[in-house]
């Protein structure tokens, strides 16, 4: 199985967070039917994927036309996953992978959460937008390349979704316990890949 296939999932499953987002739809659609739940959940995957989907496609073309270099893309993209990943490592919540307590608040009282803050920032948040960006950079316009990552996209979404629907199910087997000790996991692999993607970036910036 191709390499950047691998660090696309395993970068996607930690930033979006498929587990952490059914938990926190779980808590917030307590008061709605199973039908609407579902009908929220599609219509949120739809709209989050279709956010990252669109930033695969239009973020480097962005970034080149605000003229940042592939290498400081790699850089930035870099810190900003090594933060998400000591907030997973640390069962800590800033909002970059998570809502904040404000915004939780206000979703508590809005009767359809599929765009806010299901979508965005549960979804396609900052950490999953550069994620997005970064790898499909890596994938230096080679079609194969491209696939794969739009591919990993593609099945941690659809994973998302899965675990939307049965969302009150994996809330009651983890439990907090059982999910931090896998946001911890995949903290410590995004953390090392994220590294990863620091030591390239300054490797192509020719400053050393």
Do not use: H, Y
Not at 119 to 140: H, N, R, S, Y
Not at 158 to 173: G, N
Not at 198 to 204: A, H, V
């Amino acid at each position: 199985m191709p390499e950047l296939f691998i660090v696309s999932l395993t970068t996607f499953f930690a930033v979006l967070g498929p587990i952490d987002v059914s938990i926190v739809f779980a808590a917030l659609t307590t008061q709605d039917g199973q039908k609407e739940k579902r009908r929220m959940a599609t219509r949120g995957v739809l709209i989050g994927g279709a956010i990252l989907f669109l930033f695969a496609f239009a973020g480097n073309p962005l970034l080149q036309f605000m003229g940042i270099s592939l290498a400081a893309l790699r850089v930035g993209g870099g810190i900003l996953l090594l933060l998400v990943a000591i907030e997973m490592v640390f069962a800590r919540s800033s909002g970059s992978t998570s809502t904040t307590e404000e915004e939780e608040a206000e979703a508590q009282t809005k009767e359809d959460i599929s765009v806010f803050p299901l979508a965005t920032p549960l979804i396609a948040g900052p950490g999953a937008i550069g994620a997005v960006i970064l790898l499909m950079a890596d994938a230096a316009g080679d079609p194969f390349q491209l696939s794969m990552v739009l591919g990993a996209l593609l099945l941690i979404l659809l994973l998302t979704w899965v675990l939307l629907q049965i969302a009150t199910q994996v809330d009651r087997v983890l439990g907090l316990t059982g999910l931090q000790v896998v946001s911890r996991i995949f903290g410590i692999l995004l953390a090392a890949l994220s590294v990863q993607f620091i030591f390239d970036g300054l490797s192509q910036s020719g400053l050393f």
